[in-house]
């Protein structure tokens, strides 16, 4: 009977052991110090320690400052027997230096006697599923910000239409008359004020992803190349480039000007944070991601092409990290940047359907990588377009259709000014009835996409319906996804942003008059 016993209690000693040793949690003892007196194999999985290393360390000197006096005040309650157990999510030092979250639960471990001699417990690694909600949060921050930036940039638009268009048109009419040079000057430091404006609205959309922008397949490492040379200017001589470009054919579908914006700003926001030099290196790279690799960053599987930009820098502490793509978020001093290059990059990056992630340490630099999916073959060189043909402006009746009076008036003194017959309406109501009334067969409408009562889009396909041949030019200050709704991205309407001045609009009027004579 009793070896019985023994085999019993053996087995059970075993399955035990086989139960905690096999556990993917770390199951511990403490005793009433702050020492570990067991622990299962996981300690070295999640902390990086051993068993016997972790013997030898203080727990609550591995915690983070922030967090050990509420995990003291937690095992307090089961000292003083208010609580049968107790839970908490802790920072923990790993044996590398970075902090791990933990998911914690631990119970007062008694003697014989019933005398409280320590606590044990279970922790959990969260760090991946902590790391996943806050990249979450701070996507819904910026998403929300970018809503921001896409709502507001209507009425701006529609003020730097005005602005470009009038001191354009100022300049115009003082240049023939003897004005003093000061005249002059201020009228171009108004036209240099609107242009910078118009910058900064862009990087605005960009970062919110909502900037019009028309994409095709390019050769990304060709783009690299032909920012080389501009890219050694900029950074510097203190500061070494290296330049490592893949062999394979690296194409995404993307537009040209934004993929050298974004290599731009990475490229300058690495040279900052080495202001007494030091090496960056750009590299691009063919990858094909997989399930697991793609869910930590939020893309889904396959191919991609990777821009690294890694610098000898500074570096970021986590703090600094998980602000760094807020539009006018900067760490360097006033006057020295907007703190527009990174959120912009970051919303260039996420309207091109790719990822970018930052991996940074304090003193240690950092390295900012580009998820951008690739795609197959080149397209074929797009025909060269006709210079427009020459028209008689006399001869051309346009219809003018804008809510905005300010905006509304420049175009049609623009127009006026050019020659053209010129028909003005506040509403598409009233264009509707310009057109019926008018005389002279309107050959071209310019409308904006957004108005009261009826888009541009419905108005200038009512007057297509009436008037086959007559061209529609949209114009808009809304963001890109406002247009989608209102299906000014589709068909053969074409569009120009605002703000625009006054030589864009009769570039373009010019252009759709001429081909439609042709």
Request: aromatic share 6%; with cysteine.
């Amino acid at each position: 009977m009793a070896k019985r016993d023994e085999e019993a209690i053996r087995r059970n000693e075993l399955r035990l052991r086989g139960i905690l040793e096999n556990s993917r949690d770390w199951i511990w003892e403490m005793n009433l110090e702050g020492w570990h007196t067991y622990s299962n194999h996981q300690i070295e999985a999640i902390l990086g320690f051993t068993r016997e290393e972790f013997q030898e360390i203080d727990f609550f000197g591995l915690l983070h400052p922030e967090d050990a006096p509420g995990v003291k005040e937690r095992l307090a309650l089961l000292i003083e027997g208010k609580r049968g157990w107790v839970s908490w999510v802790v920072r923990c030092r790993h044996k590398d230096g970075s902090y791990r979250y933990l998911e914690s639960s631990a119970s007062p471990v008694l003697d014989p006697r019933g005398e409280l001699i320590g606590f044990q417990g279970v922790d959990r690694d969260i760090t991946e599923r902590r790391n996943a909600e806050e990249r979450w949060r701070r996507s819904e921050k910026l998403e929300a910000i970018g809503q921001l930036a896409g709502g507001i940039a209507h009425d701006f638009n529609n003020l730097l239409t005005v602005i470009l268009a009038n001191s354009a048109l100022l300049k115009e009419k003082l240049a023939p008359l003897p004005v003093e040079p000061e005249v002059h000057d201020r009228v171009q430091e108004i036209e240099l004020a609107g242009e910078r404006a118009t910058q900064l609205t862009r990087q605005l959309l960009a970062f919110g992803r909502r900037a019009v922008v028309k994409s095709q397949p390019l050769d990304f490492n060709g783009v690299v190349e032909n920012l080389q040379r501009i890219l050694l200017r900029l950074i510097g001589e203190h500061i070494a480039l290296e330049v490592c470009l893949a062999h394979a054919d690296l194409i995404v579908d993307a537009a040209v000007s934004q993929m050298e914006q974004l290599i731009m700003n990475l490229a300058l926001n690495a040279r900052d944070a080495m202001p007494s030099g030091g090496r960056m290196a750009i590299t691009t790279t063919a990858v094909v991601l997989d399930q697991e690799e793609t869910a930590s960053i939020g893309l889904s599987p396959g191919p991609y092409i990777c821009l690294t930009v890694a610098d000898t820098g500074k570096g970021m502490d986590q703090e600094i990290r998980s602000r760094i793509f807020e539009p006018f978020f900067t760490t360097k001093r006033m006057g020295e940047g907007t703190g527009l290059g990174l959120s912009t990059s970051f919303g260039i990056v996420r309207q091109a359907g790719g990822q970018i992630v930052v991996e940074s340490r304090e003193g240690e630099g950092s390295t900012f990588k580009v998820y951008l999916p690739r795609i197959e073959g080149m397209p074929a060189p797009a025909p060269g377009e006709s210079e427009p043909g020459t028209t008689h402006a006399r001869e051309v009746v346009v219809l003018v259709c804008e809510d905005d009076e300010a905006v509304r008036s420049v175009m049609a003194s623009a127009l006026s000014s050019a020659g053209y017959s010129v028909l003005v309406a506040a509403t598409p109501d009233r264009a509707l009835e310009l057109h019926e009334q008018s005389r002279e067969p309107i050959e071209l409408v310019v409308t904006d996409v957004v108005m009261p009562g009826m888009s541009g889009l419905e108005l200038g396909r009512r007057l297509a319906r009436r008037s086959p041949g007559i061209k529609v030019l949209l114009v808009s200050g809304y963001p890109q996804e406002v247009l989608e709704r209102q299906g000014a991205m589709e068909g053969d309407f074409e569009l120009l942003e605002k703000p625009f001045r006054p030589q864009d609009l009769l570039a373009r009027v010019q252009g759709l008059i001429s081909r439609g004579r042709a």
